[in-house]
């Protein structure tokens, strides 16, 4: 068993390599104007060992989707497990919250580059689709629909599109403030809205 150690690592080195070099090509040219040759010339590898792991550059960007979504949904499972109703769910998903963002963070990089993706290949859609499904089967499983003020896909799509859109916004400004206090932005504009965030309909003494 041991001799194949030094194999498997240094197919997990061929792999993060290309996988860095279709981040920075990305960000640089964009994914319709990159190349396989682009990929091998900047990962520093060649043409036969990127075909190895992958058949073309839509299997490398499906592939590193799938394994990056796969990492995320076991944290949205997680946050499953907190039902509606539970005294102290407010803590625990602020938790699974700071744990998603330190993910995010420490992939800040391949997440920015995979968020700005458009076309059929984007990211951003199945990234969407699996946090509507977290959403109906976790945090608002629970919800009785009669005392909802609004149709549950508005507020779901609302959720999911204000969420993506202050991640965009901290990856914009370099992840500027800590996994803990960006936490406590989404909780503050989820749980008092956009409004009460701004200082509107407040009583102030």
Same mark, same amino acid.
């Given at each position: ?53 992958? +058949? ?17 949904? $076991?944290?949205?499972? *997680?946050?499953? *497990?907190? $039902? ?20 995010? +963070? ?6 920015? #580059? ?61 992840? +500027? ?19 009460? #965030? ?8």
């Amino acid at each position: 068993m041991n001799k194949h150690k030094p194999i498997d690592r240094r197919i997990i080195r061929t792999k993060l390599a290309i996988r860095d070099a279709l981040v920075v090509l990305i960000t640089e040219k964009g994914f319709d104007a990159l190349t396989v040759r682009d990929i091998v010339t900047r990962a520093n590898i060649n043409r036969g060992t990127f075909y190895l792991h992958y +058949k073309d550059k839509y299997d490398l960007l499906e592939q590193t989707e799938t394994e990056i979504l796969e990492d995320l949904k $076991q944290i949205f499972l *997680t946050a499953n *497990t907190v $039902q509606v109703g539970n005294a102290n769910r407010t803590d625990h998903l602020q938790r699974l919250v700071i744990v998603l963002l330190k993910y995010v +963070k420490a992939h800040a990089d391949l997440m920015q #580059a995979f968020l700005g993706l458009q076309g059929n290949y984007s990211f951003i859609k199945r990234l969407r689709g699996m946090m509507e499904e977290s959403l109906r089967t976790g945090a608002l499983s629970g919800l009785n629909a009669t005392n909802l003020l609004v149709p549950q896909e508005y507020l779901i799509s609302y959720i999911m599109h204000a969420h993506l859109g202050v991640l965009q916004a901290w990856f914009v400004n370099g992840c +500027k403030e800590p996994p803990q206090e960006l936490a406590q932005i989404l909780f503050r504009l989820s749980f008092d809205g956009p409004l009460r #965030a701004a200082g509107l309909g407040v009583n102030k003494p």
